[in-house]
């Protein structure tokens, strides 16, 4: 410790995002003189709609020391392999966007290109019976790989489907432990330093007042510091993702939870359908300026697959980014930095790479612009690269049976997405910029799972024999389907490693 060490942290704001961030500040700022506190109002609550998540998670969950079984049991669990995709190429169109790897690359050459040159030679089956994960999942089998996984079940990547409200409770548990205190109470009134503009302090109904050097603003939409105090602005994107309504409401499983999310594509928007251990998840996004609130939620409740477990639960929300993530000494994380809908799950990691971020450049109470700098172009560009690939979905589409189909269809997209595709649909080249949140993979999937198919393919791979590949590729699909029929069930597995203790039945009296 120095004299320049920040020793106030206030996290404001609970769920989700704020105890991913107490509990990481728990683990890695654990020095003996920095002091987390978090401010949560239970009279305000959470919305808590990001049941989905992608790989990277287990990566945080690891750095934590989290035992996966343990947080499977207590947040009602299951596998998540990929996304399956209905209605959104065309109507009736169906395809899944794997985790994980496809194939295997030859020579620095993507496998989908050897795919490609085949396809060009004779009828292939769809590029996906080369993902582990996609065969996997199409037959409902899960097994963990471990670190000393063989081919092919090494290919076999995996995230969770879980229930946020119990997550957020779970890493509320492992943050207390950690020493972070949790202050209850609703913020009146936040306190800037006059000279600097700083956050000084807040000020809560009951009177308390919460001083801090460095404040994390998780209090979601409203941006109750990032916004609200600082007045940092917001960049709207809704000209190019024009969905901002949502409306959530679990049902009962109508049978064994499958290892996948669902997005059925409907006439205004798009449903979410997400297996738990207990409940399925679902939910409706569309866009108010083309279907009404009461028609989304007849449409929703029309397609459950089973009965309803709650009243429907609306939200309003704009799809964008806040223009700073970092401004003066607050930093927002969550709903309160941006939001881009959940198509991709992407809600939750975008939290956990704001933390990476934040601990990779902490600052100490000087502030070094450098230090904030850094962080924004970062966030900035990992936003970018998440609205780019779901703008990809709505306007890579055939639909035209709807206005709001026909308006997808018709956006001008950003230049550097518009490259992309050209790009691609020239000679099925994907050119990665920087570290990317989204590999080859599974730009492929969608581009080809929705009709962006390549006129050509890369003509290096005319340098590898025809024959050979083609014996190479029929091996490798024959081994993704013969590891899957060995695999448990997901059903199975959970319940012989991580199955959530069930309710205790009522006791029966006798008078």
């Given at each position: 410790?120095?004299e320049?060490s920040?020793?106030?942290?206030?996290?404001?704001?609970?769920?989700?995002?704020?105890?991913?961030?107490?509990a990481?500040?728990?683990?890695f700022?654990?020095?003996?003189?920095?002091?987390?506190t978090l401010?949560?109002?239970e009279?305000?609550?959470?919305?808590?709609?990001?049941?989905?998540?992608?790989?990277?998670l287990?990566?945080?969950?690891?750095?934590?020391g989290?035992?996966?079984?343990?947080f499977?049991?207590?947040?009602?669990?299951t596998?998540?392999?990929?996304?399956?995709?209905v209605?959104?190429g065309?109507?009736?169109?169906r395809?899944?966007?794997p985790?994980?790897s496809?194939?295997?690359?030859?020579?620095?050459?993507?496998?989908?290109q050897?795919?490609l040159?085949?396809?060009?030679?004779?009828?292939?089956?769809?590029?996906?019976?080369?993902a582990?994960t996609?065969?996997?999942?199409?037959?409902?089998?899960?097994a963990?790989?471990?670190?000393?996984?063989?081919?092919?079940?090494?290919?076999?990547n995996?995230?969770?489907?879980?229930?946020?409200?119990?997550?957020?409770?779970?890493?509320?548990?492992?943050?207390?432990?950690g020493?972070?205190?949790?202050v209850?109470?609703?913020?009146?009134?936040v306190q800037?330093n006059?000279?600097?503009g700083?956050v000084?302090?807040?000020?809560?109904?009951?009177?308390?007042?919460?001083?801090?050097?460095?404040?994390?603003d998780?209090?979601?939409?409203?941006?109750?510091?990032?916004?609200?105090?600082?007045?940092?602005?917001?960049e709207?994107?809704?000209?190019?993702?024009?969905?901002?309504?949502?409306i959530?409401?679990?049902?009962?499983?109508s049978?064994p939870?499958?290892?996948?999310?669902?997005?059925?594509?409907h006439?205004?928007?798009?449903q979410?359908?997400?297996?738990?251990?207990?409940?399925?998840?679902?939910?409706?996004?569309?866009?108010?300026?083309?279907i009404?609130?009461?028609?989304?939620?007849?449409?929703?409740?029309?397609?459950?697959?089973?009965?309803?477990?709650?009243e429907p639960?609306?939200?309003?929300?704009?799809?964008?980014?806040?223009?700073?993530?970092?401004?003066?000494n607050?930093?927002?994380l969550?709903?309160s930095?941006?939001?881009?809908?959940?198509l991709?799950?992407?809600s939750?990691?975008l939290?956990?790479?704001?933390?990476?971020?934040l601990?990779?450049?902490?600052?100490?109470?000087?502030?070094n612009?450098?230090?904030r700098?850094?962080?924004?172009?970062?966030?900035?560009k990992?936003f970018?690269?998440v609205r780019?690939?779901i703008?990809?979905h709505?306007?890579?589409t055939?639909?035209?049976?709807?206005?709001?189909?026909?308006?997808c269809?018709?956006?001008?997209?950003?230049?550097?997405?518009?490259?992309?595709?050209?790009?691609?649909?020239n000679?099925?080249r994907i050119f990665?910029?920087?570290?990317?949140?989204f590999?080859?993979?599974s730009?492929v999937?969608v581009?080809?799972?929705?009709?962006?198919?390549?006129?050509?393919?890369?003509p290096?791979v005319d340098g590898?024999?025809?024959?050979k590949?083609?014996?190479?590729m029929?091996?490798?699909?024959t081994?993704?389907?013969?590891?899957?029929e060995?695999?448990?069930?997901?059903?199975?597995?959970?319940?012989?490693?991580?199955?959530?203790?069930?309710?205790?039945?009522p006791?029966?009296?006798a008078?």
């Amino acid at each position: 410790m120095n004299e320049h060490s920040i020793r106030e942290v206030v996290i404001v704001g609970g769920g989700t995002a704020g105890w991913m961030a107490a509990a990481a500040l728990s683990r890695f700022l654990n020095n003996g003189y920095t002091r987390v506190t978090l401010i949560e109002s239970e009279e305000i609550g959470t919305i808590g709609v990001g049941e989905a998540t992608i790989p990277p998670l287990i990566a945080f969950n690891s750095l934590l020391g989290i035992n996966e079984n343990e947080f499977m049991k207590a947040t009602q669990a299951t596998f998540k392999l990929g996304i399956e995709f209905v209605n959104w190429g065309g109507v009736g169109d169906r395809y899944f966007h794997p985790f994980g790897s496809m194939g295997q690359d030859l020579q620095g050459l993507p496998f989908h290109q050897l795919y490609l040159r085949e396809r060009a030679r004779r009828v292939m089956p769809d590029i996906t019976e080369w993902a582990m994960t996609a065969v996997a999942a199409s037959r409902g089998k899960f097994a963990r790989p471990g670190r000393e996984a063989q081919f092919p079940l090494n290919q076999l990547n995996y995230a969770f489907h879980f229930d946020a409200g119990l997550y957020a409770r779970f890493l509320r548990n492992f943050a207390e432990a950690g020493g972070v205190r949790r202050v209850e109470g609703r913020i009146v009134d936040v306190q800037l330093n006059g000279e600097t503009g700083f956050v000084e302090s807040v000020k809560l109904s009951d009177g308390q007042s919460i001083a801090g050097e460095l404040f994390i603003d998780c209090s979601g939409f409203r941006g109750l510091l990032i916004e609200q105090a600082l007045e940092t602005g917001y960049e709207d994107w809704t000209h190019w993702l024009p969905c901002d309504r949502a409306i959530a409401v679990p049902s009962k499983l109508s049978g064994p939870a499958e290892p996948f999310t669902r997005s059925t594509a409907h006439s205004s928007g798009w449903q979410w359908r997400i297996p738990l251990q207990h409940r399925m998840g679902n939910g409706h996004v569309y866009s108010s300026a083309h279907i009404s609130d009461e028609d989304a939620q007849r449409v929703l409740l029309d397609n459950l697959e089973g009965e309803p477990l709650a009243e429907p639960r609306r939200l309003s929300f704009t799809t964008g980014r806040r223009k700073m993530a970092w401004n003066r000494n607050v930093v927002s994380l969550g709903l309160s930095s941006g939001f881009v809908e959940p198509l991709e799950s992407t809600s939750i990691h975008l939290v956990q790479a704001g933390i990476a971020r934040l601990i990779n450049v902490f600052p100490d109470r000087r502030f070094n612009p450098l230090e904030r700098d850094e962080y924004n172009r970062n966030m900035k560009k990992g936003f970018e690269w998440v609205r780019d690939f779901i703008i990809l979905h709505y306007k890579a589409t055939k639909r035209d049976d709807s206005e709001f189909w026909k308006r997808c269809r018709s956006i001008d997209i950003p230049a550097e997405l518009s490259e992309r595709i050209e790009h691609f649909r020239n000679k099925g080249r994907i050119f990665a910029e920087g570290v990317e949140l989204f590999p080859v993979t599974s730009w492929v999937a969608v581009m080809m799972g929705q009709h962006i198919v390549p006129e050509d393919y890369d003509p290096v791979v005319d340098g590898l024999d025809v024959d050979k590949v083609a014996g190479a590729m029929e091996q490798l699909r024959t081994a993704y389907l013969d590891m899957a029929e060995r695999l448990p069930t997901m059903s199975e597995f959970i319940a012989n490693c991580c199955a959530a203790p069930k309710p205790a039945e009522p006791r029966e009296f006798a008078l």
